[in-house]
DNA sequence: TTGCTGAACATGTCATAACAGGTGCTGCCC
DNA sequence: GGGCAGCACCTGTTATGACATGTTCAGCAA
């Protein structure tokens, strides 16, 4: 049953196998969830070391494809993902995913007062003489699966005011009904890789793409309330937009 | 000179050696585009072996701190990101780029008729006993470096009508300047990795982050006109959006 | 001075081998 | 029948070694 992989003598053979691997996904031979055949087999399959088909592997969990897991096997990772709208008007998160059927919650990590970066107290418009914020550190959850972790820095006297209300819930959501009007949003979207940190967090793999999404949100007056930022783990989340002219 | 490294005992050797190594990094030790030692210098200063050196290498590379080139060594990555505006109004990309001092251009892949899949054909309102449509894909270039790869579906009669002029040009200026107005684009915002295909194109590694832009451009009455996908490149590329209430 | 060649050195690929540690099942013992 | 021990099998980590291939530069020849 020895198949050899095609000798494609330009490109290496780890690349070969997981690109004929990626095509056997691709065209259905694995569904998502199953089970690839164990190194043992595919060593076997393609004649070639283990260090080889280990490698091909890699190749595929860098690319999302699949997942390991020590002690049971290969499985074609199964796709599926929230979408979060970045449109106007405002929508908050959890509306967002209880509109597309999914539960939101948080769990938080951290809530503690500290001095500002430069960075942050010129993003928040403070003056220098009163360097204390708050900063919020916390995991989002869709369906009780982590998917972001966010990092907020709340100005000292909003951090005080509602520092209980903000560890159960969205940070948007508590201001809103504290009466801080939430007018303007101005968002970054970028791409990271998860830190050995973030992948323990958000339970990826290291170097997994997150997305981040850097926010600084303006009440009345373009008065800058709160800024941070959202770590999200992009297999889990993608943000929709909607452009007019 | 060995240094042992730290004897975190929990976490795997290579992973300890590469947060070392990013330390140093964040720390200053290596700047951006400075060279890293060779690997045999690091199998020395670590006193571990070689796999395990490029292990170490290999998650900083995933994470894209270092690049590496063959024959020459591993390099700390300079970061300079460009920044897409997804904010309404639409702004056209190349003015977008040249509002922050950088060129843009494209290279034309292809531009080739072809019958369209069941989701364009839904997505553009295609009727079904006309099924043709003209299919470009081309690399976008800033200040002459690829940064995306794009991908558009055009309707059969625009795109015989203005050919010649998309092969040199992009897209929505080429309707602009033809009297088709773009009155609203529809995108989603997501993530994926470089495919080897893609990595070709990019001049990236395997499996590298790319940002996917899915987009669906309105014309006057809610017509579809255009589709497509914009893959770039994350480490060259982000997103900015403004909402309001 | 120009141009080529080869040595030294860099990373890339691949094989073999050993052991660690997680998972799940079988079968024995109580 | 319930629970536990042990085994088979899986991926994870690490070492050693060999050869391939790209880069650079010194040194030689034209």
Redesign the interface.
């Known amino acids: 049953m020895a198949r050899k992989v095609s000798a494609d003598l330009e490109?290496p053979l780890h690349?070969a196998i997981s690109?004929q691997l990626?095509e056997q996904i691709f065209l259905g031979d694995y569904a998502p969830g199953d089970q690839l055949p164990s190194e043992h087999q595919l060593m076997a399959t393609f004649q070639v070391s283990r260090i080889t088909v280990r490698r091909a592997i890699a190749?595929l969990i860098?690319?999302?494809l699949l997942t390991s897991h020590q002690g049971k096997g290969v499985f074609v990772k199964p796709q599926r993902?929230v979408?979060r709208s970045?449109?106007?008007?405002?929508v908050f998160f959890d509306e967002n995913m209880a509109s597309q059927g999914v539960t939101s919650g948080i769990r938080s990590l951290s809530f503690e007062e500290l001095v500002p970066s430069a960075e942050v107290c010129t993003t928040l418009d403070l003056s220098l003489d009163t360097p204390r914020i708050y900063c919020q550190k916390k995991i989002i959850l869709t369906d009780d699966i982590p998917v972001a972790v966010d990092i907020t820095y709340i100005p000292f006297e909003l951090g005080a005011a509602f520092a209980d209300q903000l560890q159960s819930s969205l940070i948007y959501p508590t201001l809103d009904q504290n009466g801080v009007?939430?007018?303007?949003?101005?968002?970054?979207?970028?791409?990271?890789?998860?830190?050995?940190e973030m992948s323990q967090y958000l339970e990826t793999s290291?170097?997994a793409?997150l997305?981040v999404n850097r926010y600084v949100a303006y009440t009345t007056g373009a008065r800058p309330v709160i800024c941070g930022e959202t770590l999200s783990r992009?297999?889990r989340?993608?943000?929709?937009?909607?452009?007019?002219?």
């Open positions: 490109i690349l690109e990626r190749n860098s690319q999302g993902k979408i970045l449109s106007n008007p405002l009007s939430i007018e303007r949003v101005e968002t970054i979207l970028e791409c990271t890789h998860a830190t050995h290291l170097g793409p997305l992009a297999d989340l993608s943000y929709s937009i909607v452009l007019t002219k």
